[in-house]
């Protein structure tokens, strides 16, 4: 497993809990570092760069010690207006580890290589993961068909394949990872590590709200659409909260300007991402918990095979 040096011997399952809008906070940040996966969000979550700041430290003050180690997300984009702010809050806070998406930023990077902390960058396809190979990224996320969010249209299985013959880095698998044979199997086709969302928005410790919680219960994979028209970029989202919003699911209108929530966060907090994951979501456990569940199936799984 190839793993940065300094995380060695800090996890007890090769996942990182990926960034969430409007869903990751502290809470589900800690209780992922303490439970020995990698907690992360997005540093958009926090209306301000103080707000932020204030995060990071909340978060460093209650993660015990040693435990995993904690991210943030950056959107790397021109919509963002935040990002130089939020970089140099970043880079003060020596946060150890960045995952950058939607754009692609070199002085980043060695600002973060300055501190000793790494820089993952999530694909959804292989001309965006040759670019970022070459600008030195330490990681390079896959993020295939089904995943919550914006995701990719290809195969976990062609990405892999591909990713590896380019990148001699960490290497994650994102899209309907959901259980702890999930991360065998991701492992076995090659991956270092897993990125998972949807099955971590149905914890306790998630910001999600009641009505989100329980159409992530009810929903099955068919209730997932993929679609440009929520923020101007493919992804998926659950088909019944465009319903209740008023909009038409098979409507593949793109808004007029792309919005990741830098300036708008009005529309992700109707229209609720999800990944096909959603199928295997029962319940709502603590996140110890679901982390107790997803490593003995991961031991039994590996033992099986
Ligand atoms: C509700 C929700 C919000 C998301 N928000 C972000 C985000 O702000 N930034 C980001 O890089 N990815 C975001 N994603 C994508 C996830 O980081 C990740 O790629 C995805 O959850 C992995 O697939 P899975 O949900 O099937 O496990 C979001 C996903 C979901 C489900």
New binding site residues.
């Given amino acids: 497993m190839r793993i940065p040096p300094s995380w060695q011997g800090k996890l007890r399952l090769p996942v990182i809990v ?7 906070g502290p809470d589900l940040v800690v209780e992922s570092c303490n439970a020995g996966v990698v907690g ?1 969000f ?1 540093a ?2 926090q209306r301000t760069t103080q707000g932020y700041a204030d995060w990071l430290d909340e978060i460093e003050g209650r993660r015990a010690s040693p435990g995993a180690p904690f991210g943030v ?1 950056l ?1 790397v984009h021109r919509s963002n207006p935040r990002l130089e702010a939020d970089l140099a809050v970043t880079i003060d806070r020596k946060v150890p580890l960045v ?1 950058t ?2 754009g692609l930023n070199r002085d980043l990077i060695k600002a973060v290589h300055g501190y000793g902390g790494v820089v993952f960058h ?1 694909v959804t396809n292989l001309r965006f993961a040759a670019k970022a190979a070459e600008a030195d990224v330490d990681g390079l ?1 896959a ?1 295939t068909y ?6 990719g249209p290809w195969s976990p299985f062609a990405a892999l394949h591909e990713l590896r013959g380019i990148f001699e880095g960490t290497l994650l698998l ?5 259980s702890g044979a999930h991360i065998a199997a991701a492992r076995l086709m090659g991956a270092d590590m ?8 149905a914890t306790a410790q998630s910001m ?1 709200v009641e009505r989100q919680r329980r159409m992530l219960i009810a929903a099955k994979s068919a209730d997932i659409v993929y679609t440009p028209a929520v923020s101007g970029v493919h ?2 989202f659950l088909r019944a909260s465009l319903t209740e919003a008023g909009r038409d699911p098979d409507d593949l209108t793109p808004p007029s300007k792309l919005d ?2 830098a300036t708008d966060a009005k529309a ?1 907090r109707d229209l ?6 959603v199928g295997s979501i029962e319940d709502m456990p603590d996140v110890a918990e679901l982390v107790d569940r997803l490593d003995a199936d991961y031991r039994r799984a590996s033992a099986t095979l």
């Fill in positions: 990926s960034p969430m809008f409007l869903i990751s992360t997005p958009l979550n997300n959107v995952i998406s939607l999530d996320i993020v089904g995943a919550g969010g914006h995701a994102g899209g309907a990872v959901s897993v990125y998972m969302g949807t099955r971590f928005m999600a992804g998926n990741f929530g992700w609720w991402a999800a990944g096909q994951g």
